[in-house]
């Protein structure tokens, strides 16, 4: 597949879940915020990663995962709707604590540790 047809089709699959999330499409109340930070698609295109930062306390942190992962088929149905794939890929969610470990390095910054 060509690379730049694959990087445009993970930026909409981002933009698409992102939107999906943000709308509340999905009446799941175990979702919480949520951001989705990129998507990996295979080169043909069968499956994509979606990496996603949870936030906020640790109680709901397992409850928006199980959440997601639950709702990963009708994410699946919804995206395929809007971007009009003759296939689309199968979503695999996978957790990006980036943006916490940055979080929690510019806490310890500013304490002066």
Sequence with gaps: MNPVRQKRLESSLVRELSELIIKRRIKDERIGFVSVTRVSLAPDLSEATVFVSLFGPEEEY???W???LAAARFFQSEVGKSLRMRQTPRLHFE????IREGDAILDKIEKGQ
């Design 62 to 64: 397992a409850d928006t």
């Design 66 to 68: 199980r959440g997601l």
């Design 95 to 98: 957790k990006d604590d980036s």
